[in-house]
């Protein structure tokens, strides 16, 4: 400040940025703020740094493995607590019974024959220094020897681990020290390793300054990914690195995060975390309390999760999935579509590129009704499964192909005419066999002299009124979206903005809300129609890098003999279905196995039904376990003093004197049976077996969904 009382316009330290001079302040008056109110300064990078260098050690099937630490494959015998300290107290006492009898001299000399064989003759005179220490020193050795012994006897060592400095230092956390730079992923050694040195600076510098997060990290990742593989230039890559920074290569909507995150999500492995497996005797060891955690490697298998209202299936399943889904989106990684009822809470309308609120007539968004596709078979077949699948035999072997060869008799002629696919009021006329309709589709086919499909139409004029025919039983479901409530859906004259399945090619995030209330039948219609559409749209894409997901919230009514066989058909198309199931008698009971071996990760959650239990036992199986047939005798003393030792062993052990004879034999049992998948699986919890898609497996572990970091 100067003398006059104004403030220099140079700066300050709080305020370093160059200001012109303004009017004169008055003295005493605090000074100008460096930013405005109400705007949080600009984050280091600490937090991501130290997200980023956290340890994620190779780990079993489904395991949280940020920050894991590994368990060993066995578990430890554990004595009990009284048992243990009962021993050592005795060990002590032994062995200072020892030392003293030792030290009075009632076990004799001979112990000191060591010391005097060693003892030069010098020191033969008694009382010189050098004997004195010479004879401390070996007291010292051997009360050593008697305490390590005595120590071994008496289990010390589990003392020390189990309640000592160790226990203490296993409880507080772990300072990590800094990675070496060529090994450090924040200093991206990948990229410098091939070349892109000033790409790698300037991503290194985002990430000092706070100005990347994990996102950005996974995104570029994949991009990097794209350039190993050739799908992009080097050149293009590190022109786009050195404009932009950590916004490099972003997602078409422009979208860094999602707007809210509910769980936890950790974008280097792609895993969600659900919860903490159990620690119970039931859960192989190495699981015991680690969390539980899923990423695509094994939603590439699909999964299946049957549990009653309130077991936590939305909540606890559905919405970690489809979020940890979208933002694997973001990153470039996947494309996802999410199905439930309007409402049901899956995530905001902010987290999706495409939302298609079906009955909402403020939906933006329509659904096509034919998947995109141009060929009349395809969307045939496609729109057979979603009308009629849930009529066709269950039985296998059986399928739509009656629905499938009437849809295309009518959908061929349609669109050669009038180069689009009819409409649901059209199609339902046509279904209905209406002569006016018919009639006119004749006489255009006549006019451009198309005799094939003229062909097809004649075979289904003569097919109508048949007792065989199906084209009735098609109407009456069409009629279903023939409602006032759907008058703006489906429209194929190209005047709305349908979303077509087609464009899983990209990584697009979509939500489709189905008019659950008042139009159930017509909602599991819809969702047929999603799953036909999704299981024929990702067995063509040209670019089966990106992984597409599709989750249906209550796949109730969508379990046909056609989609179990499409579900068996995406793993190697790299691309899973998340279903969830109020019970398993929602399924035709001959198709409940087939859609157990079609998922490779099955969750059974609390509360499920004995019988839906026992389909769970039988698709898990049994497995060798070693049984322990113990029987205890009670010993009765007879004398003192065998009622004195008695006594003392009751005090030590806490038991009564007995004569135990052990049987071990190896028998098979269920892993999970049905009676305990349905009264003891607690609240909150789940059982969940894991298949990746590589083949391996986890075997049906106890989970709690309730536990930390859900």
Same mark, same amino acid.
């Given at each position: ?91 002590? *006492? ?204 094994? *939603? ?411």
């Amino acid at each position: 400040m100067d003398s006059d009382g104004t403030r220099d316009a140079r700066g300050t330290h709080a305020n370093p940025v160059p200001r012109p001079a303004g009017p004169a302040e008055v003295p005493g008056v605090p000074p100008r703020p460096a930013r405005a109110p109400m705007v949080p300064p600009l984050p280091d990078g600490s937090t991501f740094l130290t997200w980023l260098r956290t340890p994620r050690p190779e780990a079993p099937l489904g395991v949280w493995r940020f920050g894991h630490r590994p368990r060993a494959g066995q578990e430890p015998e554990r004595i009990p607590t009284r048992q243990l300290f009962s021993g050592a107290v005795i060990a002590f *006492l032994v062995g200072w019974l020892i030392w003293s009898l030792l030290w009075n001299g009632y076990l004799g000399r001979w112990w000191m024959l060591p010391l005097w064989a060693m003892t030069p003759d010098s020191w033969a005179k008694p009382h010189t220094f050098g004997a004195v220490v010479a004879t401390y020193i070996y007291y010292v050795i051997v009360a050593l020897i008697i305490m390590v012994g005595v120590g071994r006897l008496g289990r010390w060592g589990e003392i020390w681990r189990r309640y000592g400095l160790p226990a203490w230092r296993q409880t507080a956390p772990v300072r990590e020290r800094p990675p070496a730079p060529e090994q450090d992923p924040a200093e991206w050694p990948v990229l410098r390793a091939a070349g892109a040195v000033d790409a790698a600076e300037r991503l290194a510098a985002e990430a000092r300054a706070g100005l990347m997060r994990d996102v950005d990290h996974a995104r570029i990742t994949r991009a990097w990914q794209g350039v190993r593989s050739g799908r992009h230039s080097l050149a293009t890559f590190t022109g786009a690195v050195l404009n932009d920074g950590a916004a490099a290569c972003l997602h078409p909507s422009g979208e860094r995060d999602l707007p809210t995150r509910l769980a936890r999500h950790d974008l280097v492995t792609g895993q969600v975390r659900l919860g903490t497996t159990a620690d119970d005797p039931r859960n192989p060891y190495t699981y015991r309390g680690a969390g539980l955690a899923l990423g695509p490697e094994l *939603l590439g298998t699909s999964l299946l999760a049957v549990g009653p209202v309130g077991a936590g299936k939305t909540g606890s399943v559905v919405q970690p999935l489809a979020e940890s889904l979208c933002l694997h989106a973001l990153a470039g990684r996947a494309a996802v579509v999410v199905i439930g009822a309007a409402g049901s809470g899956l995530g905001p309308a902010d987290a999706y590129d495409v939302v298609v609120r079906i009955g909402n007539p403020e939906s933006v968004y329509d659904l096509d009704l034919y998947g995109g596709t141009n060929d009349p078979d395809e969307a045939a077949a496609v729109l057979a499964e979603a009308l009629v699948g849930d009529l066709a035999d269950p039985n296998p072997g059986s399928d739509s192909r009656r629905s499938t060869t009437v849809l295309a008799q009518l959908l061929g002629p349609f669109r050669a005419v009038y180069g689009r696919f009819p409409s649901v009021p059209e199609l339902r006329q046509l279904l209905d066999g209406a002569p006016g309709p018919l009639a006119a589709l004749r006489k255009a086919l006549e006019d451009t002299g198309q005799d094939s499909l003229l062909r097809e139409l004649d075979a289904r004029e003569r097919q109508l009124g048949n007792p065989g025919d199906v084209a009735a039983v098609l109407a009456d479901r069409v009629a279903l979206l023939d409602r006032p409530a759907f008058a703006g859906f489906f429209d194929t004259s190209g005047q709305t903005r349908p979303f077509s399945l087609t464009a899983l090619d990209h990584p697009v995030r979509v939500r489709i809300d189905l008019p659950a209330r008042g139009h159930a039948d017509a909602s599991r219609m819809l969702a047929r129609l999603v799953l036909a559409q999704f299981t024929a749209s990702v067995a063509v894409r040209e670019d089966r890098s990106l992984f597409a997901c599709l989750v249906i919230d209550d796949a109730s009514g969508v379990v046909t003999p056609e989609s179990v066989r499409g579900i068996q058909r995406l793993r190697t198309a790299n691309a899973g279905v998340v279903l969830t199931l109020r019970t398993l008698d929602d399924a035709p009971r001959p198709l409940r196995g087939p859609l157990l071996g079609a998922t490779g990760c099955r969750m059974a959650l609390s509360g499920l039904t004995p019988w839906d239990g026992q389909d769970f036992a039988e698709v898990w199986g049994k497995e060798w376990t070693e049984t322990r047939d113990v029987t205890d005798r009670q010993i009765i003393a007879e004398t003192p003093a065998g009622k004195a030792v008695h006594m003392l062993r009751r005090v030590i052990t806490g038991k009564a004197p007995t004569a135990r004879a052990v049987t071990v034999r190896q028998v098979e049992r269920e892993r999970w049976s049905a009676s305990e998948l349905a009264h003891g699986v607690p609240a909150g919890h789940a059982v969940l077996s894991l298949t990746s898609v590589k083949g391996e497996h986890a075997p049906p572990l106890l989970v709690d969904l309730r536990g930390p970091g859900h």
